[in-house]
């Protein structure tokens, strides 16, 4: 990714509307050694989407690491000592299509290391492409501000860095408007005066300026301030490296640290940062992978 896209990661613009409607994707079992099974909610995830995984014949002390396309993810009970463990699989919005691996590890009563894995095919996502004129300074920042949008990008790497590790959720992540249920421009590929620019990582709620927005679940406050592109923005930490991001807003009602509650009241909607009209930006961050928010929604995990 190129300085400039970094950049522009959360800049947006409220242009048109589209449902989030995945294609209906069947489940997908195997079994492994040892009485354990492995679940995923899909064989195959087009890129910004989320896959729920589980193991399930554990016994109550049993560890299990699992790897997403290599990486350590996050394995949770949801009581101490039940026979099933939960992942989060998040698909970034540019993960090249392929066929990536779930990949679980566990040691036998006996103390033999086994593994198992369930292939996921990543499918291209369709994302429309959309040319805009901005303002020339949010194309072309001047060195001040593009040393500010730096420092901004370099504290958002080091939250996203951060995995917290403990479950900060408690049940069903909400959309963070009252009354709303869709929002647009989920990876919209962006064409800004003529140059190509990265992908749209949020979903984008028109609103009214002053609309108040609410924490889509609860977790720990990491980011209330004003960004160069974001304008005033709030981040919330729900733990095993799942972060919600809110930008533009009129008015941050929260602190960096503060725990928050599910549908707490975090600010009002606003037109802070490089935007074209007041509306709410929604993203979700799971392990690094840019993910339609909504779909967390739509998925309990
Ligand atoms: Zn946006």
């Not at 970094?6 to 079992?29: I, N, S, T």
């Not at 039940?82 to 993960?95: F, I, Q």
């Not at 429309?128 to 500010?148: G, S």
Request: proline share 8%; with cysteine.
């Amino acid at each position: 990714m190129t300085r400039a896209s970094l950049l522009l990661m959360f800049a947006c613009l409220p242009l048109g509307q589209a449902h989030a409607k995945q294609p209906v994707q069947a489940p997908v079992k195997k079994s492994c050694d040892s009485g354990i099974i492995l679940k995923l909610s899909s064989a195959s995830a087009p890129q910004g989407s989320l896959l729920l995984g589980e193991i399930s014949g554990a016994k109550p002390s049993q560890e299990f690491s699992a790897e997403w396309d290599g990486r350590p993810i996050p394995l949770w009970r949801e009581t101490p000592g039940s026979p099933t463990l939960h992942a989060l699989l998040g698909v970034d919005l540019e993960k090249p299509a392929g066929r990536y691996d779930w990949k679980i590890s566990w040691s036998s009563t006996d103390g033999k290391p086994l593994t198992c894995s369930l292939p996921v095919t990543v499918r291209t996502g369709k994302f429309p492409t959309e040319r805009l004129t901005v303002e020339k300074q949010f194309v072309q920042p001047d060195p001040e501000q593009q040393k500010r949008a730096e420092e901004d990008q370099k504290k958002m790497k080091a939250i996203y860095d951060t995995v917290t590790p403990e479950v900060l959720w408690k049940g069903k992540f909400v959309v963070p408007l009252k009354g709303v249920s869709t929002g647009g421009n989920f990876g919209r590929r962006r064409v800004l005066n003529g140059e190509a620019r990265s992908p749209h990582a949020g979903v984008d709620f028109p609103a009214v300026a002053g609309t108040p927005v609410y924490a889509a679940q609860s977790g720990k406050v990491v980011l209330a301030e004003n960004l160069y592109y974001s304008g005033n923005t709030v981040v919330i930490d729900h733990g095993f490296g799942i972060y919600t991001l809110y930008a533009h807003l009129s008015e941050i009602g929260v602190h960096a640290g503060d725990p928050v509650e599910a549908s707490a009241e975090i600010g009002k909607v606003g037109a802070t940062g490089r935007v074209t009209g007041p509306h709410l930006h929604w993203g979700l961050t799971i392990d690094h992978a840019r993910v339609n928010a909504l779909q967390i929604v739509q998925r309990r995990p």
